[in-house]
């Protein structure tokens, strides 16, 4: 049997906060005979708490029901769930939809009322940037041949800009991209529509990716040093930007003087022997065995620290002047940390007690700076570190890119062959979101790839019509969208280290209509607060057909996409469900036929097309 439509959102007016108190509302649509109760069902103790709720008000051909959210005293996670009793049956709303039973506590609403992300993040257009390849600002500060302190194995060689890549040499290759460089593009990026830049590691370290880090300090000299940083964010800041650095904090560089490896360094490191003064910073399986010390993913370039260390805790974390501290004040004031592999920080081998060495992370981060952004990097699925007391949101990989790569590319996490329709799209993309509370959600940061992925473009086979279809999704799904540099005017390149190529500042080289869809896409979104802030729901998904909605207040956009070789014509998309009747629609983006009536909203999409539609809802969502 069907369930009757039911509608919550953590966004006003089904969620509001008044006073300290929040309430919470249920929109059920009419049925008859009307229903013997409707609950509000709460843990407070971990034991279920069924709260009747009152009918306040109709609305449309819903009925609205309230009640207060007592949140949980134990912790600052609190979950609840919905129950309907109609005569013969009874109904449940939870975050992953409607159920004909009680749902597992893993799919009910969460809300951490407590511990907010920064209230700027969901508004942000974000550009990742390799430092290294993205543009020579001052190349008198470029490397030369033998720069950096000389290590056994990789030598580094001085490229000119552009130059092919060397696969057999990709992390000792310099082209000369540096901080000056990011500065002098900062009119690009505003006129791109980017209103911040994330930028992968700028310490000093002997590599080109530079997440060995040699020295958490200092910017490395040949970025431009400290000075460029600082010039770096008052130019930023002069245009409304935001910047974010890259906290690498799991590791160092074999090269850094607590571990020096290669006897670089006038003091005793951990490889020299058992009476280093920072031996206890990691881990070593044989004692006597200097090259048994335990290292990221088997790259004896990065040995891993130990956050049971109290020296590593009190340099990284805890100390008064600790790096994750430093770098947020004054003159650098960096507006977050992307943590490298947030989920392997820990103690010992194997990322012993992660949550507490994150949530003193998170600690010190607030403390510091209570508006700064915490975003961690995670392929997998990442729902334990997104409750609001570890990170703010994550590199939305599990949640967004690959699913979107599975949907339009036909490739998973690993590259190998999968067939996903759009219902299984859905499916994947309700899976991850309805596990975290929604504030955490509008900050996950969605990309489509990475300084760590194939770029996107190659994935879809150089097709530019899936390539915008991606795009069109990246900017209008809940979360912040992110563009890795150069795919918004084609870059093209399998992954590493062909992913990192220079940017290519020749104009004739770009697309241009791909780069102006960007800017389009951009302007959209800050135009359409619903885009940015708007609950999310579902209308779509058949086949290669795949739709939403996303509303705030009385401001609805709609977005359907065909990903299919072929037409697809007379698509009736239900409006039906929504929490009124969508009106005055028009065409924010596309050009297919499409009318809508009564609740019906029919169109004729074109091979890989899509279409954006701005309305609304004749229902006021405004809060009481």
Request: with cysteine.
């Amino acid at each position: 049997m069907t369930a009757p439509a039911m509608i919550h959102h953590q966004v006003a007016p089904f969620l509001t906060w008044c006073d300290g108190h929040c309430r919470v509302q249920l929109w059920l649509a009419a049925v008859a005979p009307p229903p013997i109760g409707v609950y509000l069902r709460l843990e407070r103790d971990n034991e279920e708490r069924l709260l009747p709720m009152a009918a306040i008000t109709q609305r449309g051909r819903f009925q609205v029901y309230q009640a207060a959210l007592v949140p949980a005293p134990a912790c600052p996670l609190t979950v609840y769930a919905f129950k309907v009793l109609l005569a013969d049956r009874q109904c449940w709303l939870d975050a992953a939809g409607p159920s004909p039973r009680m749902p597992l506590r893993e799919r009910f609403f969460r809300l951490n009322t407590e511990q907010a992300p920064p209230d700027w993040v969901p508004d942000q257009v974000f550009y990742q940037i390799f430092p290294e390849r993205f543009r020579n600002g001052d190349p008198g500060c470029s490397p030369r041949a033998g720069a950096y302190a000389p290590r056994a194995e990789r030598p580094i060689r001085a490229k000119a800009w552009g130059e092919p890549i060397d696969p057999e040499r990709p992390d000792s290759e310099f082209y000369g991209g540096d901080l000056i460089g990011v500065r002098e593009s900062l009119d690009y990026l505003d006129d791109l529509g980017v209103t911040a830049i994330l930028l992968n590691p700028i310490f000093t370290s002997p590599s080109v990716h530079k997440y060995d880090i040699e020295d958490f300090e200092h910017v490395d000299p040949y970025l431009g040093g400290n000075h460029a940083l600082a010039d770096l964010r008052v130019a930023a800041t002069g245009r409304g930007m935001r910047l974010v650095l890259d906290a690498v904090f799991n590791h160092t560089s074999d090269t850094h003087p607590w571990f020096n490896r290669w006897g670089t360094h006038a003091a005793v490191g951990a490889y020299q022997g058992v009476a280093a003064p920072l031996r206890g910073a990691y881990t070593f399986h044989d004692p006597a065995d200097p090259e048994s010390y335990h290292c990221w993913q088997g790259a004896k370039s990065l040995p891993v620290l130990d956050f049971g260390d109290p020296c590593v805790r009190e340099y990284f974390l805890d100390g008064e002047d600790a790096i994750v501290r430093r770098w947020l004040r004054p003159p650098y004031s960096a507006d977050g940390w992307r943590i490298d592999v947030a989920h392997m920080l820990g103690e010992g081998t194997g990322a012993r007690h992660n949550a507490r060495v994150l949530r003193a992370l998170r600690h010190a981060v607030r403390e510091e700076s209570p508006r700064a952004y915490i975003l961690g990097e995670h392929f997998a699925e990442a729902t334990r570190w997104l409750q609001g007391d570890q990170e703010d949101g994550a590199m939305n990989y599990y949640g967004f890119a690959v699913p979107v790569r599975a949907f339009l590319a036909g490739q998973d996490v690993n590259y190998h062959p999968i067939a996903l329709d759009a219902a299984g799209f859905e499916a994947w993309l309700t899976d991850a979101r309805s596990r975290i509370p929604y504030a955490n959600q509008l900050c996950q940061l969605n990309l489509l790839g990475s300084h760590d992925t194939t770029r996107f473009l190659t994935l879809v086979g150089e097709d530019p019509f899936l390539m915008r279809l991606a795009l069109l999704l990246l900017f209008t799904y809940p979360g912040v969208p992110c563009i890795y540099y150069g795919d918004e005017i084609g870059m093209a390149g399998r992954d590493n280290p062909y992913n990192r190529a220079c940017f290519d500042w020749d104009e004739d080289h770009w697309d241009r209509p791909l780069r102006a869809w960007v800017q389009t896409l951009a302007r959209r979104r800050r135009e359409h607060r619903a885009l940015r802030r708007g609950a999310y729901q579902g209308l779509l998904a058949c086949g290669d057909l795949f739709g939403y909605a996303r509303y705030l207040g009385n401001e609805l956009v709609i977005l359907i996409v065909n990903r299919g070789a072929l037409p697809q014509n007379g698509v009736r998309v239900p409006l039906d469900g929504l929490p009124g009747r969508a009106m005055n629609l028009g065409v924010l983006l596309g050009e297919c036929p499409w009318g809508l009536g009564g609740d019906i909203l029919t169109l004729d999409l074109g091979p890989k097309e899509g279409l954006l539609l701005r309305g609304e809802l004749t229902v006021d969502l405004e809060p009481a």
